[in-house]
């Protein structure tokens, strides 16, 4: 049916058959009924959805993060673990090594001591126990200038630990009874590590008379 335009259009002229085919199909419906709403459009799959843009906020996309979340807190408590362990090793060989520098010393092995104390100096570098036992080795071997130098370190690493200053007294005293040219300042340095060592230990009575010693 054609209409030329301007005509006005009164439904009433028309029958059903002039809008529809008369075999009952309906033409329009046929050819555009492919665009229909009510077709869903096929979201992609999980494993999709873990990277698609649009998925963020939804289900899959929630349980992808939490996967990787987990994952990574399981590897920095393995990464724990391992570091504990090696942690626990090392100080349980220091203890042993300490304990065999010990034992050197009860039986005079000054040099077994030395050993054993740099060895456990090598697993912990700041430990003032190893220095302190390494200067006290030294400086029964006489070797005062070495003693010297690890119990100063001894009381850099625990300032607050009385004995290490007592030792350190003790090889300035040493050193000071090496060079009686030198006058009575020479005990200076002595006088100084025994006071240190008493005001942190005023009960000590062997640090009292080791500080009469030095001022005398």
């Known amino acids: 049916v054609f209409i030329a335009g301007g005509t006005a259009l009164d439904l009433r002229r028309f029958t059903a058959a002039d809008f529809r085919p008369g075999d009952g199909r309906n033409l329009l419906h046929d050819s555009f009924g492919h665009l229909t709403t009510s077709r869903r459009i096929a979201l992609p799959a999980c494993t999709t959805l873990r990277t698609h843009p649009a998925a963020k906020g939804s289900g899959c996309y929630d349980l992808s ?17 391992i570091y504990g362990i090696a942690v626990t090793r090392r100080d349980a060989e220091y203890r042993r090594l300490i304990e065999r520098g010990d034992a050197a ?3 005079d092995d000054s040099s077994g001591a030395i050993e054993a104390f740099t060895l456990a100096q090598d697993l912990k570098a700041d430990s003032m126990a190893a220095y302190l036992k390494r200067g006290e080795a030294y400086r029964r071997r006489n070797e005062l200038e070495a003693a010297q130098r690890d119990l100063k370190r001894a009381t850099e690493l625990d300032p607050v630990a009385p004995l290490p200053h007592e030792l350190l007294g003790d090889v300035y005293y040493g050193i000071a009874l090496a060079d009686p040219d030198f006058g009575s300042a020479r005990f200076l340095p002595a006088v100084a590590q025994y006071s240190e ?20």
């Open 105 to 107: 010393l009860a039986r």
């Open 197 to 216: 060592s008493a005001r942190l230990d005023d009960a000590s009575s062997r640090v009292q008379y080791k500080l009469g010693l030095a001022l005398y």
């Open 65 to 81: 993060m939490k996967r990787g979340l987990a994952a990574g807190l399981l590897a920095a408590l393995l990464v724990a673990v």
